[in-house]
């Protein structure tokens, strides 16, 4: 079921056949519409149609005329293309060149039309563009409009406006519509001083118009109601485009604008701007189409301008279906969908002609939308096309229609089949037809109604086939039969059939009468129902059939009669059906045959106009009754005009009484009865000859146009026309057939039509017509030519001069007689009545020429002017532009603003004289003076329109004038305009200014009046400027103003700084202003006790009765003053408090009768330890109290002996201080022992130091026999024994020393000893301290005055990061300053910096070891610029004869405050400049100038970010106000030249010498900068080693003396291995001795002390202390190095301590020849003191810059100074220097080299290193000699003689006894002290150094253990090499013989021979360092071997760092 009601489906919805017939037509371009275009140029047109295949493609005009080509004017190329050239006017022909064009394509498939083109050409004629005046009130919209004729409306727009000759942008208040109008918003009253113009363009030919200038007139405000300005009209525009609905009013109050649609206000659309303008819509819809108001209301009425817009869609055509293919007879149905804007028309075309409604053709639908094709016939076939057209917009479609014959046929049917009742079967019928047939069905002859059982489909396929199921359910017996199927269109049928047999009991169905027509095919079917059945048979009159050849009896029981006949086949039918064997049954039919009509044959015989026709129709044989009928060419022939129908019985004739053209045609005679209808048709011709309906005639033709040659004739067959053409006026000799093209053609009516008449054209023509009936006729005619008047020659624009004759010719030709008229504009110029125009003509050939003279040429002239040529065949014109040169019209001048010493100017140039305007002049005088003493300005760029008249003398009365130019000449001088010049301030500053201070805060100022003709008015009173001038200060003047008393002023300033020095500036004033200001002069205020005490004072304890008091000085602003000294006052506060216990104790046997204690110092001292008290007791003596013994607070062991051997003792420790003593350790028992185990009296525990000390770990041990020591350190799983090497050391008492200690270095220690008796070990966890790593540093935001940093620090080194410091400086300068920044901040902001300067900052961190790895330097600039002039500003405000005033404002500080402005000037060829300080915050003024001289003038302003220059030159006028001339001496610029190369030379040379200095020093500075980085870790640890605490007392009696040097950044530290123990923070050194377990006390031994500080300010040149003054005998070479160093020592601080220890035995000294050890003679001695020299531990500020160039350089020549020092004052004559350990700066513990005991060896081994790096040596002098202490004080011989010499005593000196004055006084000057030490409160104060030193008068010291182990320290040396060169020749050092007390193991060495020979590279000598060239220059007298053995307990360790 669902399968029938698909098909059901399906056949409803098929009932037409589109076919795809190929794409054979289309469009390139069907919006192609209209052309337009310029007859200059031309235009090319593609055809808009194509097709495929190629297609033929024509152009036609829009009438239908076929267009032909023009030569030179119109051409229709091969491919359809349509070209029109360029013409002249005189050329146009509307016709051709603005006319409607269309274009067909035409193929098989059919033809199409293009819509119509317009296709306009426009050619350059006259117009011009005008803008009228306009008023508006003040504030309100002023609108101007551009005026374009209608004629070129269409194609002239508005591209800009102008102002005043300059072009207007639209923005603020100026607006410039989508219309071209131009708007003024906020009305000014200035808006009404210029002159307003439109600019238009044309669009076709690019040509440009000027307007002419319209004015604003600009009243005030007045009440009104509103008036619309600018409103809109009803106008359409397309969907999708931008609409501007212009609507603005004026009135006042300004008007309310309220917009409205349809009457209600505009809906909320981001497409709706409201503008100035109007309303501007844009993306439109056509729902935006409506009524609009614009309402303008105020408080006085309103106004309001209404529209209709209209928004149209483009129109859209859609013809379906588009490819039709249908058989002939169907109907055709086209629908042609339009969308778009109503009211369009619709016009249908087949195959490009107009389709009219006929019988087969109607066009319906309410716009012609759907065109009906009934029957359509093989004609119908082809293109059609719906056209849409509404107003301008056209648009169509097309279809392609295709007929064919389509008589149905059967192509694919159904055969017989049995099937049983009730089981289901289908029948398929396909038939194919055009249109597609219709397909029914019938069974047994009766149509087979649809029902439940009965059900049939019916669809169509793509080829058009059309297939038909009849469907049959459950059928029956009744439902077997003869199925047939019938398909039918309007062409005709077809028909199949066949049997269906349902089985079941046979029977026969009643059979109905059958009617056959007679001679045609009759089938009569059997109705047999039910099946099966044996046979079917067929009888007639008892005849068992077929019985004759036309009869045929089918298997399916059908019987056939071929052509019936009457007679014969007429009767009774019996159709008998066996159903068995024996039985039949049967049913009749009866047979009717009807005959049809029969007509005979009939012939139209040949006619001729004039006869007689009959022509009978006879019907010979058919039934009757017969009616018969004549038809005309398918018409129905009515009796009547000559024409007569007869009919009868069986017959019927035609006569006609008078035969004639309109009776040819086709006759048709039809006959009809019951059986059928027939005809037969004929035609009559009758035949006419040829004849002339119209002869042609001779004619005249008119050149350029259409003509048509007429002639006409009739004739049937309708005559062939053909025309012939003989060139020529004479005899035609010979006819040629005329060439049919485009421009000649034959009319339908005969006609000979030449388009396009040319001369060639000329001659005999002859019209022949024939038909073949009778002879040819002709007739011949001649065709003249008449040329029409043409302008062939004329100037199309041309210039003449005012004044001066001009002629115009205008050159033409054509049949004469020829007129030439001339036009002015649309005036007809006649000479006679305007005598200043003369016509004059000539022939020239067959050329008329006409001149048109202008006598003179006049403004009015600037016209266009036109000749018109005329004759009797044409007229013709040609244009002439003409423009009229002359100077300009003046302009018109206005003046602007007049102020003191200037006034502006604005002008409007009205006509230019018709050239441009090339420049003004303005000129202008006194008043009272002629215009021959006037002032001018020349040449002024004519872009501009105002300018301003400077340097005019305040209240003066002026006369101004002012000329144009422009190529033509110079104007007439425009309207005087007089001015007068307002007051100004004062040009000259007040006389006479002096300053005295009064108090401390105040200065009296007195002046007096400026100078009478300077004062330009009343002088009203005086500003007074003051500011301070000490460093820090802001530089601003503050201001105050007294009122004028007379010409003598005096004023005191009050509430100043004290001690502050003051500018002080006054200014006078009058009611225009202030004038200038004086000189600035100086004056201090008076001094005053200081406001602040001193900063940072500091207080730190040295020893219990010595503590050092440093401070730092007030702020220099609180001193006010010159500080004199300080005054020190101190007094007690706290006492010592009593100790706690011993943090251990620790007691061993150590023999039979002794034990061994020891303990460590307290945890609490609460104090200074003056000594320790061991108690023992034995509770089984009997003895009550304790035994006592006490040692020094250094000793931390104590051996008791006399103990009983067995007996066990009690042991405790106590401490005491100055309070008494502690609280006792823990008790501990121990019992001696006969033979003593090894034990170890040392505590272990932590030890955490510094990186890069040494550090010992004690290991004393005690037992019987004495036990052997061993050190390790644990390594992960294993103990490594600690090996002796230059980094470690096992003394002999067990204590392990490690040098210079690293990172590696920590770990844990162990300390075992062991003996026969036992073992004993301890544990020591060793922590090293390094100096944190470098911070990575950023710059995160910079301002004018500020530098925000941000850093990350880096790893801490194993101590918590204390702090940062941070260094800057400015970027061209190695003066760092320190910030010092709290641990926890990781930001810091720069604040007070200078304005737009770079700087140079870098960052390292603090920890308990020092301060780390500095940081990259890195750059920022803070913001800013250095000052610039602006040019908008004028310089000078104000100039006269004798004065001139400048504007300083013009200096843009460019983001810094200007700091000075320095003005120098000077007469124009002299020398001498003249100069003037200044601040940019007004005016200056230069006074007593020369009277009308040119100056000179430069000027320099200067901020933080630099200095910016200006020059300039100006010239005072003549005594009576006049102008100069600039200086035009060639002679005066000649010496300019050579003063200038006088001066220049040396100038330059010097320059080029400070260049090639400065690119010398650069360089050096890099090397040093390179070398020093390289150096900077070195620094950074040398410092940290040296930073020393003093928080532990010093242990022991002091023993080596050394001598402190403090060297900025940069240490050298030489020193006694025995004296030093501890570095302290404050400026001073402690002498201690390491008294190791010596308890002995040499009372004896004392110290001395002096320090002195040298400021860079105070020691400006020079060392600190020049040895080379002061030590005899000094190394020349050392001399020189000292002082060549003496150049930068200016540049730092430094601090040098000098500290003198006498001890009983000599120290080790250096000696400053640095000679070997021994003589020849034997071992030498020398006795002297021994010094120290190292850094000042003031670590904030002895680690800065270490990477600084300068710096490190000057530090290098400090080092190589002290050395030296340390040399000369030590004396060591001789010793032996051995080089024993060299490492990397970068933590590395790798051995770079070892030395020997070899001099020479030792110094060639070290190689220079690559990397800074630290190297030790050893000095071994001889055996030291005791002697008294007089001869070991180093004192300059000189000094010893002369005791007198006090203040240049060396300081160390000035501290001996032996040079101190008896009275106690000082004879040197006093230095204000920063610093003071005091000891035993003892006030003894050396106004001499700066440093406070008190000392008693004795103190018990220890004396150095013979045998003590030496200790190294480090300090700093740079990589350089170190040269030791040979001494010169002859000199020998002295070498005292040994003596008999030196002991054999003392070293010695022989002397090596003197040499003369420079050292060799390479060699022992080779140079190994130095400062500068040489860090230490030495020389020995030769180098010998030393014996390794030497060096013994006399050896000492220094460290060169």
Not at 1091 to 1096: K, L, M, Y
């Amino acid at each position: 079921m669902w399968l029938v009601t698909f098909l059901l489906l399906l056949d409803s919805l098929h009932k037409a056949r589109p076919e795809d017939v190929g794409t054979s037509l289309y469009f390139v371009n069907d919006s192609l519409q209209q052309v337009t275009f310029s007859s200059s140029v031309g235009v090319v047109v593609p055809c808009p149609a194509a097709g495929s295949p190629s297609a033929a493609l024509r152009w036609y005009l829009a009438t239908g005329d076929d267009i032909y080509d023009v030569p030179h004017i119109r051409h229709v190329h091969a491919n359809g293309t349509l070209q029109l050239y360029p013409f002249s006017p005189s050329a146009f022909n509307s016709f051709i060149h603005d006319n409607d064009y269309f274009c067909t394509a035409e193929n098989a498939a059919g033809k199409i039309r293009s819509p119509n083109i317009r296709v306009k050409a426009v050619f350059r004629e006259p117009y011009t563009v005008r803008v009228e005046d306009q008023r508006s009130m003040r504030g309100n919209v002023a609108v101007f409009k551009c005026l374009i004729p209608s004629s070129v409306q269409e194609y002239v727009s508005v591209v800009s406006w102008e102002k005043d000759t300059v072009s207007i942008i639209p923005e603020n208040r100026f607006f410039i519509t989508y219309h071209g109008g131009l708007y003024i918003s906020d009305v000014q009253k200035e808006d009404a001083l210029s002159t307003y113009r439109c600019i238009t363009k044309h669009k076709y030919s690019g040509e440009t118009r000027q307007s002419n200038g319209a004015r604003l007139s600009v009243t005030d405000p007045a009440e009104s109601i509103p008036t619309i300005l600018d409103g809109f009209h009803s106008q359409e525009v397309g969907a999708g485009h931008t609409v501007e609905l212009p609507c603005t009013a004026s009135g006042y109050p300004i008007p309310a604008i309220r917009w409205l649609k349809d009457g209600r206000p505009l809906p909320a659309d981001s497409r709706w701007t409201k503008r100035i303008t109007g309303l501007t819509i844009s993306d439109l819809r056509t729902e935006d189409s409506g009524t609009y108001i614009c309402e303008v209301t105020n408080t006085f009425g309103s106004a309001e301008a209404t529209g209709i817009l209209t928004v149209i869609d483009p129109l859209h055509v859609t013809l379906t279906p588009k490819k039709l293919k249908t058989g002939i007879g169907s109907t055709v149905i086209l629908s042609c969908a339009l969308t778009g804007s109503p009211e369009f028309t619709i016009r249908w075309y087949r195959n490009t002609e107009l389709v009219l409604p006929d019988e087969a053709i109607s066009i319906r639908g309410l716009s012609n939308e759907t065109l009906l094709i009934t029957s359509a016939q093989k004609s119908h076939s082809g293109a059609y096309q719906c056209f849409a057209t509404r107003k301008a917009q056209t648009a169509q479609d097309f279809a392609i229609i295709a007929l064919e014959d389509g008589t149905p046929r059967i192509v694919s049917s159904f055969s017989e089949k049995v099937v049983n009742p009730g089981e289901q079967f289908s029948l398929m019928c396909a038939a194919k037809g055009a249109p597609p047939p219709t397909v029914t069905w019938a069974l047994d002859d009766e149509p087979i109604v649809r029902d439940g059982s009965h059900r049939t489909n019916q669809y169509t396929m793509s080829d058009g086939t059309t297939i038909s199921h009849m469907n049959v359910t459950g059928p029956q017996i009744r439902d077997g039969g003869v199925y047939r199927c019938t398909a039918r269109n309007s062409v005709g049928s077809a028909e199949y059939q066949a049997r269906i047999n349902v089985r079941g009991p046979p029977s026969i169905r009643a059979m109905r009468n059958i009617t056959a027509v007679a001679g045609r095919d009759t089938l009569i079917n059997c109705r047999v129902i039910g099946y099966p059945y044996y046979s079917i048979k067929w009888y007639k009159d008892a005849l068992l059939l077929p019985d004759n050849h036309r009869q045929v009896v089918f298997e399916n029981g059908t019987l056939k009669l071929t052509d019936v006949q009457k007679g014969m086949d007429e009767g009774e039918y019996l159709c008998s059906v066996l159903i068995q064997p024996q039985l039949s049954i049967s049913q009749s039919v009866h047979v009717a045959v009807k005959v049809p009509p029969l007509i005979q044959p009939f012939e139209f015989p040949p006619a001729s106009i004039g006869q007689l026709l009959y022509i009978p129709c006879v019907v010979s044989s058919g039934d009757m009754p017969i009616r018969i009928t004549w038809r005309k060419d398918g018409q129905v022939i009515i009796s009547g005009s000559g024409v007569t129908i007869e009919s009868k019985e069986f017959m019927s004739s035609l006569q006609i009484s008078s035969v004639s053209l309109k009776h040819n045609g086709n006759y048709t005679c039809i006959a009809s009865n019951a059986a059928a209808t027939v005809s037969r048709e004929r035609q009559l011709i009758v035949r006419v000859p040829p004849r002339f309906v119209v002869q042609p005639n001779n004619q005249d033709g008119i050149y350029g146009k259409a003509g048509v040659l007429n002639c006409s004739v009739d004739g049937y067959p309708p005559p062939k026309v053909m025309w012939k053409h003989a060139k020529g006026s004479g005899n035609p000799q010979q006819y040629h057939p005329v060439p049919l093209t485009g421009r000649i053609q034959i009319l339908p009516n005969s006609s000979l039509l030449i388009r396009h008449v040319l001369e060639e054209d000329i001659g005999y023509y002859l019209c022949q017509a024939s038909n073949g009936v009778g002879t040819d006729i002709s007739k011949s005619m001649f065709l003249t030519v008449k040329i029409p008047a043409m302008i062939t020659s004329h100037p199309n624009t041309t210039i003449a001069i005012k004044g001066h004759a001009k002629e115009l010719n205008c050159t033409a030709r054509g049949e004469r007689p020829i007129i030439i008229r001339w036009e002015k504009g649309d005036t007809v110029i006649d000479p006679d009545r305007v005598m200043r125009y003369a016509i004059a003509t000539k022939d020239n050939g067959d050329e008329v020429v006409s001149t048109l003279k202008l006598k003179p040429a006049d403004r009015g002239d600037s016209v266009f002017f036109s000749c018109h040529a005329i004759n009797s065949y044409g007229e013709d014109r040609g244009l002439i532009q003409l423009t009229v040169q002359e100077p300009p019209d003046p302009p018109e001048l206005e003046i602007r603003e007049v102020k003191a010493r200037s006034m502006n100017l604005r002008w409007t140039q009205r006509f230019d004289g018709n050239s441009i305007i090339t420049g003004f002049d303005i000129e202008y005088k006194n008043k009272s003076d002629s215009w021959d003493f006037k002032q001018s300005t020349r040449n002024i760029s004519p872009t501009i329109n105002q300018a301003n008249i400077v340097d005019l003398h305040p209240a003066s009365v002026y006369s101004i004038r002012m000329y144009s130019f422009n190529k033509i000449g110079r104007s007439e001088p425009s309207k005087e305009l007089t001015i007068s010049t307002e007051e100004a301030a004062p040009d000259g500053p007040p006389m006479d200014v002096t300053l005295q201070p009064v108090t401390s805060q105040s200065i009296q100022v007195t002046w007096k009046a400026p100078k009478k003709e300077l004062q330009n008015g009343v002088i009203r009173g005086y500003q007074i400027g003051y500011r301070e001038n000490s460093p820090g200060s802001n530089g601003q003047y503050s201001i105050v103003e007294m009122k004028a008393t007379g010409d003598s002023e005096v004023y005191t300033l009050d509430n100043l700084k004290k001690f502050a020095q003051y500018g002080v500036v006054v200014q006078a004033f009058n009611r225009a202003g202030t004038g200038p200001s004086s000189s600035e002069i100086n004056a201090t205020t008076l001094e005053d006790v200081p406001s602040q005490p001193p900063e940072n004072v500091r207080a730190l304890s040295i020893t219990s009765d010595v503590a050092v008091i440093s401070w730092s000085e007030p702020p220099r602003s609180t001193l006010n003053g010159v500080l004199k000294g300080y005054r020190v006052i101190f007094w007690s506060l706290y006492v010592d408090g009593v100790p706690g216990p011993p943090a251990g104790i620790k007691a061993v046997p150590s023999s039979a009768s002794s034990v061994v204690v020891s303990w460590l110092p307290p945890t609490k001292p609460n104090g200074v330890i003056r000594k320790y008290t061991i108690f023992c007791s034995s509770p089984g003596s009997g003895q009550p109290a304790p035994s006592e013994y006490e040692t020094s607070p250094e000793q931390l062991f104590y051996r008791i002996a006399h103990l009983n051997r067995g007996q066990q003792y009690l042991l405790w420790v106590a401490a005491v201080t100055s309070a008494g003593r502690g609280n006792s350790s823990e008790k501990v028992t121990i019992e001696p022992a006969g033979k003593a185990p090894a034990k170890i009296i040392s505590f272990g525990g932590t030890v955490t130091t510094p990186w890069m000390k040494d550090v010992r770990l004690p290991c004393n041990s005690v037992g019987d026999p004495a036990p052997a020591v061993k050190w390790t350190k644990d390594s992960e799983d294993s103990a490594i024994p600690v090996s002796m090497d230059g980094h470690r050391l096992i003394h002999t008492n067990g204590t392990l020393l490690l040098r210079a200690v690293k990172a590696e270095d920590s770990g844990y220690y162990t300390c075992t000893a062991t003996n026969t008796g036992g073992f004993d070990t301890i544990i020591v966890n060793l922590l090293v301290q390094v100096p944190p790593d470098q911070p990575r540093l950023t710059v995160s935001k910079t301002s004018a005055s500020s530098i925000t940093l941000t850093w990350i620090p880096g790893d801490n080194g194993g101590s918590s990061i204390r702090g940062f410091v941070l260094q800057y400086s400015v970027d061209n300068s190695e003066e760092w300053k320190d910030v010092f920044i709290s641990s926890s901040e990781r930001s810091f902001k720069l604040d007070s910096l200078k304005c737009g300067t770079w700087y140079k900052v870098k960052l390292a961190a603090k920890n308990s070891v020092g301060s780390g790895r500095i940081s990259e330097i890195i750059e920022a600039k803070t913001h800013g610029r250095e000052p610039s002039f602006s040019k908008d500003q004028h310089l000078f405000t104000h100039i006269n004869s004798t004065h001139a005033r400048l504007n300083l404002q013009g200096w843009n500080n460019g983001g810094c405050p200007i700091t000075a402005i320095v003005l120098e000037y000077r007469p124009k060829g002299t020398w001498a400049w003249q100069g003037l300080r200044a601040n940019s915050s007004g005016e200056v003024f230069l006074t007593e100038l020369r009277e009308a001289t040119w100056y000179e003038l430069r000027m320099r302003a200067c901020n933080s970010a630099g200095c910016g220059n200006e020059t300039a030159q100006f010239a005072t006028l003549d005594y009576d106000g006049s102008t100069i001339p600039p200086i035009k001496s060639a002679q005066g610029e000649g010496d300019d030249v050579k003063k200038l190369f006088t001066i220049g030379c040396p100038v330059i040379l010097a320059t080029l010498g400070v260049a090639l200095l400065f690119i010398v020093r650069k360089k050096r500075k890099e090397k040093r900068l390179k070398r020093l980085r390289d150096a900077k870790s070195l620094a950074e640890m040398l410092i940290s080693k040296n930073n020393r605490s003093f928080d532990t007392p010093v242990k022991g009696p002091p023993q080596g003396p050394r001598l402190h040097i403090d060297i900025p950044r940069v240490q050298l530290l030489i020193e006694d291995k025995e004296g030093i123990k501890q570095l302290g923070d404050d400026k001073a050194t402690i002498p201690v001795t390491d008294a190791e377990f010596s308890q002995a006390v040499n009372p004896q031994s004392f110290c001395t002390g002096v320090s002195l500080h040298h400021p860079a300010l105070i020691q400006s040149t020079g060392p600190l202390i020049d040895m080379s003054d002061i030590r005899p005998g000094t190394n020349p070479v050392s001399r020189k190095n000292v002082k060549s160093a003496h150049s930068t020592r200016n540049r730092y601080s430094s601090q040098w301590t000098l500290t003198k220890c006498q001890a009983s035995t000599p120290a080790r000294t250096l000696t400053s020849d640095w000679r070997t050890v021994g003589s020849q003679h034997g071992v030498t001695v020398t006795e002297s003191d021994s010094y120290s020299a190292s850094l000042s531990q003031d670590t904030d500020k002895g680690r800065n810059s270490m990477v600084s160039t300068e710096s490190a350089s000057s530090t290098y020549e400090e080092l190589a100074r002290a050395y030296e020092h340390a040399k000369l004052e030590e004396q060591l004559q001789h010793a032996k220097f051995e080089i024993t350990e060299c490492f990397i700066s970068d933590s590395s513990s790798d051995q770079m080299t070892t030395g020997t005991n070899e001099n020479a060896d030792s110094m060639t081994s070290m190689s220079t290193p690559s990397e800074p790096g630290i190297c030790r040596f050893t000095a071994s002098p001889p055996k030291p000699q005791d002697a008294d202490r007089g001869k070991n004080v180093a004192v300059p011989i000189p000094h010893r003689a002369n005791k007198s010499d006090y203040c240049n005593l060396p300081l160390y000196a000035k501290s001996e006894a032996f040079f101190r004055k008896a009275d106690g006084r000082e004879p040197c000057p006093v230095v204000p002290p920063r610093e003071a030490s005091i000891r035993n409160l003892a006030r003894t104060y050396h106004t001499q150094a700066r440093h406070l030193t008190l000392d008693p008068a004795s103190k018990p010291l220890g004396l150095p253990h013979p045998g003590a182990p030496a200790a190294a320290s480090t300090a700093t040396l740079p990589q350089r090499t170190l040269a030791m060169p040979a001494p010169p020749a002859g000199t020998a050092p002295p070498a005292p013989g040994p003596t008999p007390a030196e002991p054999p193991t003392a070293p010695s060495a022989a002397p090596p021979a003197p040499s003369t020979e420079p050292p060799r590279a390479g060699g022992p000598h080779t140079k190994m360092g130095g400062s500068r060239d040489s860090l230490l220059e030495m020389s020995t007298s030769g180098v010998g071997r030393s014996q390794k053995q030497g060096a013994g307990a006399y050896s000492k360790s220094y460290t060169l760092v």
